[in-house]
């Protein structure tokens, strides 16, 4: 809380998150380079666990990932948990306690897979900061390399697809909220000073160069956190390096499942003439599933393949609709 001539003034709030490996640390400590802005790591993750357990345990489910998106079937509606947030003030109202103590003017903290509270925290003033990072290079750097360091083993990547159009869903959903932005991770890695500045205006602070940023980043030997070894900030290699990384049938699999959200995010296929139907129904996982809370064949189990079909053919915005109501 900041105070001049006897008048205190409120520091926003913000939370950024979005998929893992999607850029939300660097992010995070791009803006936290900032003097004027406080981004804290992970701070709130059990707090966020804890009121979507209690949200769960309400209508007797038990997942193990609680913040992740189960398809075909979560047992509820997007609706149904913000409505709930709002009886819940006890606990959700306590997301940013502590936090308004700092002298920054800009105060919040980075998570991932929070995007089911961004609503109730934008009804609350909260600014929210999505990113998006291509699904290729994130499936990259979650399940090869040295990935499984900072997201555990590896998942079935059609579970982790759906993760990642859950966040493009709501990044389209609240994109006409002037307290909501959205930044593709390889738009920040392209131009850093343009990205930035927007966000230095969005958030009115003042403005700094991403040269200063990186320096600063430097100063507090942050080295990025690549599942391929140590690459400095905005680094343009880690840009598409899932063609080098990933084996083709993968490649066609994220294509085909992701192509609607792929296309509205600004992301080409690979493949122009791809089989979407027969690439759905053909895939393999590349790696066995060490995970005791998935079946082998999640990715292609018939349940899965029928939902999967059935969204081929609609458009993002039909699909949208799907995502927020069924």
């Known amino acids: 809380m900041i105070f001049l001539s006897n008048k205190h003034i ?24 900032h003097p004027e802005i406080d981004i804290e790591y ?26 992740s998106h189960y398809n075909p079937s979560k047992g509820y509606k997007f609706q149904d ?6 009886s819940q003030e006890a606990a ?14 800009v105060v919040g903290v980075k998570e991932v897979l929070a995007e089911e509270f961004y609503p109730k925290l934008l009804e609350e003033g909260v600014y929210c900061l999505n990113i998006i990072r291509d699904p290729r290079d994130v499936i990259a750097s979650m399940s090869f390399g040295h990935g499984s360091e900072f997201t555990g083993k590896p998942r079935p990547v059609l579970f982790d697809l759906r993760n990642w159009r859950k966040s493009v869903h709501f990044s389209l959903r609240l994109k006409e909220s002037d307290s909501f932005k959205t930044i593709i ?32 980043m430097k100063e507090n030997k942050w080295n990025g ?48 003439e791809l089989d979407i139907i027969s690439t759905i129904r053909n895939y393999r996982d590349p790696f066995p599933i060490e995970r005791d809370e998935f079946d082998q064949d999640y990715s292609f189990s ?10 081929v053919g609609k458009n993002i915005f039909h699909l949208n609709e799907e995502f927020f109501n069924d």
């Open 10 to 33: 409120e520091p926003k709030r913000l939370i950024i998150s979005g998929m893992m490996r999607s850029g939300t640390t660097l992010i995070q400590k791009a803006l936290s380079a």
């Open 42 to 67: 992970q701070s709130r993750t059990n707090q966020l666990i804890g009121i979507k357990k209690l949200f769960l345990e309400g209508l007797g489910r038990e997942n193990y990932h609680v913040l």
């Open 81 to 86: 948990f913000f409505e709930w947030q709002a």
């Open 92 to 105: 959700c109202g306590q997301i940013f306690s502590g936090l308004e103590c700092s002298d920054s003017l």
């Open 185 to 216: 991770f390889e738009d920040l890695i392209g131009d850093p000073d343009k990205v930035l500045g927007k966000l230095f205006d969005w958030l009115k602070v003042s403005k700094l160069p991403a040269k200063h940023v990186d320096n600063k």
């Open 225 to 272: 956190n690549s599942s391929f070894g140590n690459k400095r900030p905005f680094d343009r290699s880690v840009i598409g390096g899932y063609k080098s990384i990933l084996p083709l049938s993968t490649i066609s699999f994220i294509d085909a499942v992701c192509f609607p959200e792929m296309d509205w995010a600004g992301y080409k296929l690979d493949n122009t």
């Open 302 to 311: 018939p349940n899965n393949i029928d939902y999967e079909l059935n969204r």
